[in-house]
C-alpha cells in the first residue's frame, strides 16, 4: 500500500508557484530537484506533464522497471508571475517551489 507524500504550504499573494502531482512512477526514477528542472524549462503545465511523463518512462524501461503507473499532473498558481522567478526551498521538497 502506498502511503503519500503531503505537504502543505501558502503561496504569497501575487507569487508564482508550480506544483507537481505525481505517482511513485515518477518519483522512483527522479527526485524532486530534477523533476524541477526538467518542468521549469517548458511554460505549458499541461506540456511540461507529459513531457515529465515520457522522461519518466523511458527512465523507467532504461532501468528494467515497468512502464505502468506514472501520473503527473502540474498546476501553476499565478502563472502571470513565471518570468519574475527565483527558486525557493519548501520544507524538504527544494526546487519544486517558484516564486517572484
Known amino acids: 500500500i502506498a502511503v503519500p507524500d503531503i505537504v ?3 503561496v504569497p499573494k501575487g507569487e508564482y508557484a508550480r506544483f507537481v502531482l505525481g505517482s511513485d512512477g515518477v518519483f522512483d526514477v527522479m527526485d524532486s530537484p530534477d523533476i524541477a528542472k526538467f518542468i521549469n524549462r517548458i ?3 499541461a506540456k511540461a506533464a507529459q513531457k515529465l511523463a515520457a522522461h519518466a518512462k523511458q527512465k523507467r524501461l532504461y ?5 505502468d503507473d506514472i501520473t503527473v499532473m502540474i498546476v501553476d498558481i499565478n502563472p502571470d508571475m513565471r518570468n ?3 527558486l525557493r526551498s519548501v520544507g524538504e521538497r527544494k526546487a519544486l517551489y517558484s516564486a517572484a
Open 43 to 45: 511554460p505549458s503545465p
Open 8 to 10: 502543505s504550504f501558502e
Open 63 to 67: 532501468a528494467g522497471l515497468t512502464a
Open 84 to 86: 519574475a522567478k527565483k
